[in-house]
């Protein structure tokens, strides 16, 4: 349940920096929970995942966003955000590395929220600066974001939860494809919402194939999928209101595994820039089915798209864009170009298609090169 008395947005500092932040994130935008997962009182992690085919090209973490629920205001509360790597000896499919060698980065936070109580959810934007390692192809280069909240032996009347969209109790969720396989390794489960007991180190999926209200602000230019399909992604708040069916478009796990089977037509599918550019800063889209085995570098950033495979030929784009400016809760040294939608059909089941952006900075007339989105029909 989320229950929503006031909302804040509160910005708490590690490091300070003037670095840009584009901000890649993976719910869909509508919250159906507010939740500790399956430790309810007791200590608990809570973490989202960043795919590495989602990542390429990523250098350095700014800031990292997350919708939190305090359900007693007055109280001080305390958490700590931990940036963790894959673990080489876990599952083939990946999960978070919870020992001391899997933990990138770190800060903990010691705040009081704003009043009036005695409950409230809100957006804590969490400044740090950590540089990440160098690209790998998943599920070696993914990354675990999150939080390690201490105990709350009052809860629920007290403590800290995370918000997320699960299909739990009645609400859509993500709604990826059900026939795509996730980074789970099992068809219709996206396998990126995860979850521990930090007294046994021991990680597992949330269920309901969750997706935490947790974002990831980068250095970098940031590409992101994303589905349309305006009669599914109705923007429903949560059962029993409605269903919690997404905002349209829909950037959560919908993006990465648009349905092309879907009853009522398949979904369309496109990506969204956020690049550190003015306004008005030329884009050019560059699109493949495959992505190098090996990164190659260049001075504007990493090419992680096959040239070979490029559409329609090496190195060529495929379309281009100007950037415009982004939503109000975005940095202002950060504008957007959205590619698409363009549309899905189901003949194109199986195709999997990566992207970067190439753009030039009008006001500066430098080149930077985003990370890659991955698309997967």
């Not at 675990?144 to 699960?166: E, F, K, N, R």
């Not at 269903?243 to 950037?251: A, D, K, L, Y």
Request: net charge negative; glycine share 12%.
């Amino acid at each position: 349940m989320i229950q929503t008395i006031r909302s804040w947005v509160i910005t708490l500092a590690v490091t300070t920096t003037l670095l840009s932040q584009n901000e890649l994130s993976f719910h869909d935008g509508t919250l159906e929970f507010s939740t500790r997962g399956a430790q309810g009182t007791g200590a608990t992690m809570l973490m989202q995942r960043f795919p590495a085919d989602q990542l390429c090209g990523a250098s350095t973490v700014v800031e990292v966003t997350t919708t939190f629920t305090d359900w007693d205001i007055s109280t001080v509360e305390t958490g700590t955000l931990e940036i963790r790597r894959h673990d080489p000896n876990g599952p083939p499919t990946g999960q978070p590395d919870l020992s001391p060698a899997g933990l990138l980065a770190s800060g903990t936070f010691t705040v009081t929220f704003p009043g009036p109580g005695p409950a409230g959810s809100g957006r804590v934007v969490f400044s740090l600066l950590a540089a990440l390692p160098p690209a790998l192809p998943g599920p070696d280069g993914d990354l675990y974001v999150g939080w390690s909240l201490p105990a709350s032996p009052a809860w629920p009347s007290d403590g800290l939860t995370v918000q997320i969209s699960s299909n739990l109790g009645g609400n859509a969720g993500e709604q990826m494809s059900p026939n795509t396989v996730g980074y789970s390794g099992q068809a219709g489960q996206a396998g990126m919402g995860w979850q521990a007991n930090p007294a046994t180190g021991i990680p597992f999926p949330m269920p309901g194939d969750a997706a935490f209200a947790i974002g990831v602000r980068f250095a970098d230019d940031v590409l992101q999928p994303f589905a349309d399909n305006p009669a599914v992604f109705t923007g429903s708040t949560w059962f029993p209101v409605g269903t919690g069916t997404g905002q349209n478009p829909n950037f959560g796990y919908a993006g990465i595994f648009p349905d092309m089977q879907r009853a009522g037509g398949s979904d369309g599918f496109g990506v969204r820039l956020r690049a550190t550019a003015a306004i008005g800063s030329a884009t050019l889209l560059f699109v493949g089915p495959a992505m190098t085995t090996t990164p190659i570098p260049t001075t504007f950033g990493l090419v992680c798209v096959d040239p070979a495979s490029m559409l329609p030929g090496p190195f060529l784009p495929l379309t281009s864009l100007v950037t415009q400016a982004p939503p109000a809760a975005q940095p202002a040294t950060t504008s957007e170009a959205l590619f698409g939608p363009f549309p899905g059909d189901p003949s194109a089941v199986g195709f999997n298609l990566h992207a970067q952006c190439l753009t030039q900075d009008t006001a500066t007339g430098s080149f930077r090169i985003s990370t890659l989105a991955t698309i997967r029909l």
